[in-house]
């Protein structure tokens, strides 16, 4: 039994390109499995011929192949929790750099999930450097809720929200990528958004610690530079004023 389920979390689900990123992938079992002890699974096979049964005809001329297939794994992850009856999932893209505190606030975050009304969302990362009001934050409180999505690298999801997902599907096909597409379920109450904070993951092709290919090398000092510095002044400085 993997660390996961006595987190409360059923499957722990990461979406992975199917060619050239066995760098990436080596440093998933590195970390998420021998450092933390989970157990995930990679979505890593070619699913083409699934797309036209979920994504609007002209898809291709709205997004590149690498964009409807990320945002295919995910949906294909969606139906995966609802197979199965998975109360409650992990899903990460293939480079998260998790925080310090990334086990004891996972804890805390799927704990009070339990107060929640089924049907939700919780976005874990800080991609967007967008966080809550400082005026709501709450020393003992660690989801809030928000009216768009923080990027698709990592969030929990239940089942309830899952199922509505692949139902929506079925009168209306994804015409967006994942993150966009999301904001639209928003808005069209599929599911209720939640921002964990503080946020417990990054993602290493937005803070500069990998390149958007399949390297997991340095992606170069100044766009390191320029994330750390936008992260301090979002994180700390803007929440002064954000009341």
Not at 36 to 41: I, K, L
Not at 213 to 242: D, E, P, V
Request: charged share 25%; proline share 2%.
């Amino acid at each position: 039994m993997g660390k996961e389920k006595e987190l409360g979390i059923d499957h722990v689900y990461v979406v992975h390109a199917p060619k050239g990123y066995e760098r990436h992938e080596k440093r998933l079992y590195d970390i998420l499995g021998r450092q933390y002890g989970f157990d995930f699974e990679l979505l890593d096979k070619d699913s083409d011929e699934l797309i036209p049964f979920y994504f609007v005809e002209d898809i291709h001329r709205i997004m590149n192949q690498g964009a409807v297939r990320c945002s295919l794994n995910h949906i294909m992850f969606y139906e995966a929790i609802v197979r199965r009856g998975d109360k409650i999932a992990l899903i990460l893209e293939d480079d998260p750099y998790f925080s310090k505190h990334f086990l004891k606030y996972l804890q805390q975050i799927v704990v009070e999930s339990q107060t929640l009304q089924s049907g939700f969302f919780i976005s874990l990362e800080n991609s967007t450097l967008k966080f809550p009001p400082r005026k709501v934050i709450k020393k003992d409180k660690r989801l809030y809720e928000a009216s768009y999505g923080r990027c698709a690298g990592a969030y929990l999801i239940d089942n309830t929200a899952a199922k509505n997902i692949i139902d929506r599907l079925k009168q209306n096909k994804c015409d967006k990528v994942i993150d966009h597409w999301h904001n639209d379920l928003i808005n069209e109450n599929v599911f209720k958004m939640y921002w964990a904070h503080p946020t417990c993951v990054e993602q290493g092709s937005i803070n500069g610690k990998m390149s958007a290919n399949n390297s997991t090398q340095h992606a170069g000092i100044i766009r390191r530079i320029s994330w750390i510095s936008q992260k301090f002044y979002k994180t700390y400085i803007l929440q002064i004023f954000n009341i």
